[in-house]
């Protein structure tokens, strides 16, 4: 029996709200799941505004306009990461100005990021990677100091805190202007394809309600609040159908089970692969005091491009499905037909020596345990 890289699951509800969604006469967006969904991360995170989109990637899109990106303004965004964090902005016009991780951590660094601030700079984008936040102390400091709009790539960062200098402690994307969230199947909660934008400034609420509904105030005449709705401005159908809501509310209702099983599949890892991170063999995630630890991914650092190969290729022979992760977006086709070749050296360390192993609720601790010694036998050969 394979053990895949991942798995989605069932954990309660799912199919039960689904038919009721179906039952209810109503299964486009905004119903009743969609606003139990956005209610219960609006009071559990504290997040001023919740809006259920159909990915991450819709989010992210909805920020660049709500940022008013134009033809040439310059978005910071580490380069180890996943397409959609630049491509949103791109799409907008915007310069995509790449950026690196730390050495030990896959995270943005805040000195590079000041480095690359020039007058054009409009957005940076943390992405925090793992679950693992980004110094957003740091970042929000430098994006108030130059004026920036902070958009938190929180794709992985569901149930993930920051503390600040002074103890407060605030829930990853609740910081930054707009923030980002994935549902997707590979995500701690998931809901097939889905995601959420988190809009943490008053001022854009209405806004993003009207660019979320294809540019139209609908939103607001639902509410009675306008006689008639039209064309307001632009947008796009970035919302979710209550079949997707349906599915995601039962997720939620188990969050804590979901996070407490996925820490101990995490704290599995850790312990049983110790050994090889003391011996120098491998290097293990870090977690900086500031952040918590969310256990969205298990990964580990080879020591080159050639032993992560060489193992990806050993552990699918024993039916264990591990996999690396981002090819560094400076060295992507798309970056390339357009600028030259630039070297980030961390995030291409990463590109080239990260490995994930398999990750989903349904992990047994059996399964676990071969993957763990399966993985200390190829250090040993
Ligand atoms: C998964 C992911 C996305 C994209 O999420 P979708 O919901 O699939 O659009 C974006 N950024 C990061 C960092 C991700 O991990």
Same mark, same amino acid.
């Given at each position: ?32 799941? %969609? !606003? ?9 995170? /504290?997040?001023? !505004? ?5 990915? #991450? ?9 709500? #940022? ?15 397409? /959609?964090?630049? +491509? ?25 990021? @000041? ?18 936040? #980004? ?7 430098? =994006? ?20 600040? =200098?002074?103890? %407060?402690? $605030? ?21 097939? @394809? ?8 008053? !001022? ?11 540019? %139209? ?10 006689? $008639? ?12 159908? *209550?079949?997707?809501? =349906? ?23 850790? +312990? ?37 190969? =060489?193992?990806? $290729? ?16 400076? !060295? /992507? ?7 030259? @070749?630039?070297?980030?050296? +961390? ?25 763990? *010694? ?8």
């Amino acid at each position: 029996m394979t053990i895949p890289f991942n798995k989605p699951f069932i954990i309660g509800d799912e199919l039960k709200y689904i038919e009721e969604a179906v039952k209810s006469g109503k299964i486009s967006g905004d119903g009743l799941f %969609t !606003k139990k969904c956005q209610n219960f991360f609006e009071e559990k995170y /504290s997040f001023p !505004k919740v809006l259920l989109t159909t990915s #991450c990637t819709d989010a992210l899109e909805m920020a660049a306009i709500l #940022c008013d990106i134009k033809e040439g303004d310059e978005v910071i965004v580490p380069s180890y990461t996943f397409v /959609s964090s630049a +491509n949103a902005f791109a799409l907008r016009g915007a310069k995509i100005v790449f950026v690196d991780s730390y050495s030990d951590n896959p995270n943005i660094d805040p000195r590079e990021i @000041e480095k690359h601030i020039t007058p054009k700079t409009k957005v940076i984008v943390p992405v925090h990677y793992a679950g693992v936040a #980004c110094d957003m102390e740091a970042i929000m400091n430098l =994006a108030k100091q130059h004026d920036i709009f902070v958009v938190e790539d929180a794709a992985q960062a569901i149930d993930s805190y920051y503390t600040f =200098a002074d103890g %407060t402690k $605030k829930a990853l994307g609740s910081i930054g202007h707009f923030a980002a969230f994935s549902f997707h199947e590979t995500k701690n909660i998931i809901a097939g @394809e889905g995601g959420m934008l988190v809009v943490n400034d008053e !001022k854009y609420f209405e806004r993003a309600e009207i660019i979320r509904e294809k540019g %139209t105030n609908r939103s607001a005449f639902f509410r009675g609040e306008v006689n $008639k709705y039209g064309w307001v401005d632009l947008g796009s159908s970035f919302l979710p159908s *209550e079949i997707i809501s =349906a599915f995601l509310y039962a997720q939620l209702e188990n969050l804590d089970k979901i996070q407490s099983k996925r820490i101990d599949i995490w704290n599995r890892y850790m +312990n049983g692969l110790n050994d090889l991170m003391e011996k120098g063999d491998i290097k293990l995630p870090i977690i900086p005091n500031y952040s918590t630890n969310n256990a969205h991914m298990f990964y580990m650092v080879c020591r080159s491009y050639e032993e992560r190969t =060489a193992l990806i $290729k050993y552990l699918k022979e024993k039916d264990i499905l591990s996999v690396f992760h981002y090819l560094s977006l400076n !060295k /992507s086709d798309f970056f390339l037909k357009n600028n030259l @070749e630039i070297d980030i050296p +961390n995030s291409d360390n990463f590109t080239d020596s990260l490995l994930r192993l398999p990750f989903y609720y349904e992990l047994t601790e059996k399964e676990q345990n071969l993957i763990i *010694e399966e993985i200390k036998v190829f250090f040993d050969a």
